[in-house]
């Protein structure tokens, strides 16, 4: 189902009561760990890659986790104490500069890095 949408000046937006129909669509994205040179560790569904950019869509930092020895790991089994990880909120898309590592997700794993709860200040 196509979200609703209304185009104002040229500019299309989308029906904030539509978004969580979106969500199926990224059912089709595969869940990737991103490690950049410089921006950190990203998790979220890969829209685009690029060379080294990297588009990905409902996006966290992976701020510092805990349960897990790599990225690696952490793409396998997920993290083991959730309590202890700083993941920040969600963000919808974020193009990021400079990927050096993609890393495929388990289901799993995709599952235990949403669900650990949001990290703020």
């Not at 349960?67 to 690696?72: E, N, V």
């Not at 104490?81 to 400079?98: H, M, S, Y």
Request: proline share 4%; aromatic share 6%.
């Amino acid at each position: 189902m196509k979200p609703e949408t209304i185009k104002i000046d040229e500019v299309e937006y989308i029906r904030k009561s539509s978004v969580p129909q979106m969500a199926d669509k990224l059912n089709g994205k595969e869940y990737v760990i991103v490690r950049t040179t410089s921006a950190g560790v990203h998790a979220g569904y890969l829209e685009t890659r690029n060379g080294k950019e990297v588009t990905l869509l409902s996006s966290r930092r992976l701020w510092y986790w805990d349960g897990a020895a790599s990225l690696s790991q952490l793409a396998v089994d997920g993290v083991s104490k959730p309590q202890n990880c700083k993941f920040p909120c969600e963000v919808a898309t974020i193009l990021l500069l400079e990927a050096i590592e993609v890393i495929p997700c388990t289901a799993n794993a995709r599952k235990s890095i949403k669900e650990v709860a949001v990290w703020q200040k």
